[in-house]
């Protein structure tokens, strides 16, 4: 039933360009899932990532989130364990924490670092790295203000970075969530990647854009649109 149900999808996706709003509007009428999917978006930027001062990286927070409750783990020590507490997150500890993440524990979704305990943590780089969890102070992931980033994280901030083949992958909240809003939350992702461009990038910047459910076929956005507004 998938594959038919793709097809028909893909059979109502006209080969234009579509407006964010129109292309959410389309995604949400040829959804075939049975559940709820997460709307996510593609942006092929003009940048070439094996450059150091070409690559784009960022975070934003999402002004309606991303529609599911994110588990966040934090490695900290101090006074800083009971703010992590308090903020909300899901764990929090220091070397204990570190150890069971090495024993094979990842049900978490983001993990938060006190700058001090990141020497432990780093030894965790092959196991988090690849699954993109490894705190970041670019990200706001590795810092003394835990609530914050705790707070952020459980408010839908999202973490964007370049792929080696210049491509942004990032969620944007649930298919079930009102086109208005889906279409905010894309607009701040863009206009986030559009204002972490890096100097050294020439040229037309956003080279293409498409967004997608999760299971659905990929729709084409105006980038030449998005840029004017």
Known sequence: MSGKGFLAAKARVETRDYSLEDAVKLLREIKFAKFDEMLEIALRLGVDPKH???MVRGTVVLPHG?????RVCVVASGEK???AEEAGADEVGGEDVVEKIQKGWLDFDAMVSTPDMMKSVGKLGRVLGPRGLMPNPKAGTVT????KAVKEIKAGKVEFRVDKNGVI???LGRMSFEVEHLVE????LVGAVVQAKPSASKGRYLR?????STMGPGVKIDALQIERT
């Open 52 to 54: 150091a001062d070409q």
């Open 185 to 188: 939350n894309a607009r701040s």
């Open 66 to 70: 991303l529609g599911k409750s994110l």
């Open 81 to 83: 364990v009971k703010e």
């Open 169 to 171: 992958h990032a969620p």
């Open 208 to 212: 293409g854009i498409s967004m997608s």
């Open 144 to 147: 003394f203000d835990v609530a």
